[in-house]
């Protein structure tokens, strides 16, 4: 496990923390309760190796429109604490050391040469056909204009019934993206109905956590886009990214043995593995699969990897994912965001 950056920052953000600033209340709502690794001192367990610039607090606006303190994060556009890949296996005699996984109906499947041979078979459609069948030789996007081509959502025809791949050595230079998380979380006034385009936050590992893969769109193209045993692929846009928390991820152990937490929500909630200590799942988790703990605070349970949904949705109101990292943070103007419902999370007080 690479060593965690512990030097120095935790003392800085401590300070800034309790220094004279905006107060989300002021705009919003009533700061919550937080867990021990809030944004204002989670900082110093991020992989040092996987950030493209040290870690700052920055002014901010949250999605519900509250002036706030936020941790700001440049991750590189992948992380260097684990290996990432593989991803499409080359012919249907590939076995699973050389493959990815796919996700379907809550269950974890190897993607391997005989998932491809079979998925005419596994989604009863004759029409898949990714592989020759003389040679084996499975269809691959091997450059970056064919994943550029097969990634978007309306798929370059001449790309449906390939298995879709992008590697790191496609991305532009200089990818790195910014996500500026408030150090108070604050309780969302109105809860939506999903994670949006903005992701579920980051890891301590140095990776995005992302909002549920779009396979329906993925396999009506006949494509299949496998994630790598840690449950990350890549896109052009936002580099390596994971939709399914595997064991990969560095773990900080969390108070009173509640298990461990993996990184941070955009709403700036802690996230923490899917099993307690005892290795068993909480029983009491809302809609968004958060829940209050005494001593802890309100934070999220990461979900099953099969489920395609690491969390349901975001309980506070969350920051911003930046392309820039000079750029300024207003959640609140973010265009595209999915429609807000009116439904709050058992046992919250959004007020």
């Known amino acids: 496990m690479k060593a965690l950056y512990l030097t120095g920052v935790a003392c800085f953000f401590m300070a800034a923390c309790g220094a ?12 919550s309760p937080q867990a021990i690794l809030s944004a204002q001192n989670a900082a110093q367990y991020f992989d040092r190796d996987s950030l493209a610039a040290d870690p700052k607090i920055v002014d901010c606006t949250l999605s519900g429109g509250a002036t706030a303190k936020c941790l700001s994060i440049t991750l590189k556009p992948a992380p260097e604490s684990f290996t990432i890949g593989p991803w ?22 190897d993607a391997d040469g005989a998932f491809i041979q079979n998925m005419s078979t596994f989604y009863d459609d004759s029409d898949w056909q990714m592989f020759d069948p003389a040679t084996g030789k499975i269809n691959i996007t091997d450059s970056k204009i ?4 097969a990634a978007r959502p309306d798929v370059d025809p001449q790309y449906q019934n390939h298995c879709v791949e992008c590697q790191i050595s496609y991305l532009d230079e200089g990818l790195s993206p910014t996500y500026v998380i408030p150090l108070h979380p604050v309780p969302a006034l109105n809860i939506a109905p999903r994670v949006d385009h903005g992701g579920v936050g980051v890891a301590f590992s140095g990776a995005r956590l992302d909002a549920s893969a779009p396979t329906d769109a993925i396999l009506a193209a006949h494509t299949v886009a496998p994630f790598d045993d840690c449950g990350g692929h890549v896109n052009l846009n ?73 969390i349901g949705c975001h309980s506070g109101q969350t920051g911003c994912t930046l392309e820039d990292s000079g750029a300024v943070c207003d959640s609140s103007q973010v265009q595209g965001r999915p429609p807000r419902g009116n439904v709050p999370p058992p046992g919250r007080d959004n007020r």
């Open 20 to 31: 004279p600033g905006n107060d989300p209340s002021e705009d919003a709502a009533e700061i």
């Open 88 to 109: 499409c296996p080359r012919n249907i005699s590939d076995g699973p050391d050389v493959s990815g996984i796919w996700l379907e109906g809550g269950k974890v499947y």
């Open 146 to 149: 064919s994943c550029a081509a």
């Open 238 to 310: 936002a580099g390596y990214h994971i939709h399914a928390v595997m064991d990969c991820l560095t773990e900080v152990p969390g108070a009173g043995g509640h298990g461990s937490q993996i990184g941070l929500a955009m709403d700036g909630y802690g996230l923490f593995a899917r099993y307690l200590s005892g290795g068993v799942e909480p029983t009491d988790l809302d809609q968004c699969r958060g829940h209050e703990v005494d001593g802890i605070g309100y934070h999220y349970h990461v979900n099953a990897p099969g489920e395609n949904a690491i």
